[in-house]
C-alpha cells in the first residue's frame, strides 16, 4: 500500500531547518569551493578536509537520529517509488544496490531490491542481474557479488546483511569487477549530498575505491559508465559548497529525494526525465 506522501511545514521544523543551516555554514566557512579539479597534495590542507567532513558527519547523523519516524517511513515510500517507476530503473539489464541498514539510518531499499529478487518475467533476457556489496576487510576493500534471493544474505559481524561468498552449491559468486557484462546502474548510500553531485560517506572509503576501480574496469573495456544515483532523505540535501572535496570523493550523477530526481552530470540529465 502506497504511504501519502506529504511536507512537513511546521513552524518547528522551519526553525530546525534555520539552526542547521547556521551550523553548516560555521563548521565550513573556511572552505574554498574554487579549483575542484586541482588539488593540494599539503598534509595540513588535506588535515582540514578531514576534519571538515568529520565535523558535518557530526551534523548529518544528528539529524537522521532526531528525524521523525513517521516521516523516515513516508520518505522511504516516497524514493522507492520514484526509483521503481522510472524509465532508468526499469530498463536496465544490471545494477549495484546497497543493502539498507536501519542501525545506519539509510534510506530504505527492501522494496526495491524485492521487486528485483521477485521478478521473474517469462524473457529471461528481462530480468535484472543484482550485485550487492561485501565488506571483505578493514582496508577500504569491498565487493559486489551477484544474488538471486534473499536467502544468499548473511548477517555480517556489525549486523549488516551482506551476500555469502559462496552459493548454495559451494561456488563463488559472480564479483562485478569480473563479470562479462557491464552494469547500468549504482544505486548508492551516504551521509549528506549536494546538487553538484558530491557525497558525503561515512569514512571509510569503501564506496569511492568501488567506483574507483569500475570506472577504470569500464574504460578498459569500452563500456558505458552506469549512471550513479545515491538516494537521499531531505535532511540529507546540503546547500552547494558545504561538502569537502578530496582527491579520492567520486561524484555521483543525481540524487533521488522524496520530492522527485536531481539529474546532476550530462548524463543523468540525458536519462532522468
Not at 534510506?107 to 550485485?131: A, C, G, N, W, Y
Amino acid at each position: 500500500m502506497t504511504i501519502p506522501w506529504a511536507v512537513a511545514t511546521s513552524a518547528t521544523a522551519v526553525a530546525l531547518s534555520t539552526t542547521r543551516s547556521a551550523i553548516l555554514r560555521r563548521q565550513t566557512s573556511s572552505m574554498s569551493t574554487a579549483g575542484e579539479k586541482s588539488f593540494s597534495s599539503d598534509a595540513a590542507h588535506l588535515d582540514t578536509i578531514f576534519k571538515q567532513k568529520k565535523a558535518l558527519r557530526s551534523v548529518i547523523k544528528r539529524d537522521l537520529k532526531s528525524m521523525d519516524p513517521t516521516l523516515r517511513s513516508q520518505e522511504d515510500e516516497a524514493i522507492q517509488r520514484i526509483v521503481l517507476e522510472a524509465p532508468w530503473f526499469k530498463a536496465c539489464k544490471g545494477l549495484c544496490a546497497y543493502i539498507s541498514s536501519s542501525v545506519l539510518r539509510e534510506v530504505d531499499t527492501t522494496r526495491i531490491l524485492s521487486h528485483i529478487l521477485t521478478s521473474h518475467p517469462e524473457d529471461l533476457q528481462m530480468r535484472k542481474k543484482l550485485f550487492v556489496p561485501r565488506v571483505e576487510d578493514r582496508n577500504r576493500n569491498m565487493r559486489m557479488l551477484s544474488i538471486s534471493s534473499t536467502e544468499d544474505l548473511i548477517a555480517s559481524s556489525m549486523d549488516i546483511l551482506e551476500p555469502a561468498p559462496l552459493d548454495a552449491d559451494g561456488n563463488e559468486r559472480e564479483d562485478v569487477l569480473f563479470a562479462s557484462e557491464p552494469v547500468d546502474l549504482l544505486i548508492l548510500p551516504g551521509l549528506a549530498f549536494d546538487k553538484a553531485g558530491r557525497r558525503l560517506g561515512r569514512g571509510g572509503g569503501y564506496y569511492d575505491t568501488f567506483l574507483s576501480r569500475y570506472q577504470e574496469l569500464a574504460e578498459e573495456r569500452n563500456w558505458k559508465q552506469p549512471l550513479k544515483i545515491a538516494l537521499s532523505y531531505s535532511v540529507q540535501i546540503v546547500d552547494e559548497g558545504t561538502i569537502p572535496l578530496s582527491p579520492n570523493d567520486i561524484l555521483v550523477d543525481a540524487l533521488v529525494s522524496p520530492s522527485g530526481v536531481i539529474p546532476i552530470s550530462p548524463a543523468a540529465l540525458e536519462i532522468c526525465h
